[in-house]
């Protein structure tokens, strides 16, 4: 059976209990998991949605550090990170983000994390955004009361902290990875 990695990322992180996972990586989707009935949120690639993900953290921190050279905002702390990974040329930016990849975008994102551990406001806005989109996509899967929330790929974990409370409370590790959730669909087919 050829499936994409929705199914086999929710049932890796999940095993056999039912839940929700937001897997934030280059990309992003959430998506829950009720017996055999999966349901998905997002996933629709950078250019119409992947909100979350490293690709949109790094287009949109490009696309503010452009507001700050426009002089819409402060340039300061992220916005200065980027202009010197550019050698301080708007057009540089403008360059990349013409040819850049996803995964190109992504490369950007730890930059963001970066910045906003060390409370830059730009960044901070930034990882709140994502956190807003998380909490809404969470909320449209309709969690039941102590259903847990995992948080995979390369940057879902970096969210949590910027979740409300409640949705917070609700964060549990992933039990496994996709290639184990692939492994344990597979062996329920025999």
């Known amino acids: 059976v050829v499936s994409d990695d929705r199914p086999t990322t929710l049932t890796g992180a999940l095993g056999d209990n039912d839940g929700i996972v937001a897997a ?22 950078l250019v119409l949605s992947d909100e979350a993900s490293a690709a949109w953290l790094g287009r949109t921190a490009l696309a503010e550090t452009l507001l700050a050279e426009d002089g819409m905002r402060p340039i300061a702390g992220l916005a200065t990170s980027i202009f010197a990974r550019f050698d301080g040329k708007a057009n540089a930016i403008i360059d990349f983000a013409a040819q850049a990849t996803p995964a190109d975008f992504g490369t ?43 948080l995979t790929g ?37």
């Not at 990309?27 to 996933?43: A, M, P, Q």
């Not at 060390?118 to 806005?125: E, I, K, M, P, W």
């Not at 970096?158 to 409300?164: E, I, N, P, R, V």
């Open 24 to 45: 934030i990586g280059t990309g992003s989707f959430l998506g829950s998991k009720r017996g055999d009935v999966y349901r998905f949120v997002g996933g629709w690639g």
């Open 108 to 150: 950007l994102s730890p930059l963001v994390t970066q910045a906003a551990a060390s409370g830059d406001v730009l960044a901070v806005d930034l990882m709140g955004r994502g956190a807003d989109y998380i909490e809404r996509a969470f909320a449209v899967l309709k969690p039941r009361p102590h259903e847990n929330l995992c």
């Open 154 to 190: 390369g940057l879902g974990p970096d969210y949590a902290m910027y979740l409300s409370p409640a949705t917070r409370a609700c964060v549990r590790p992933a039990l496994g990875s996709a290639l184990d959730g692939a492994l344990m669909l597979a062996r329920r087919m025999t």
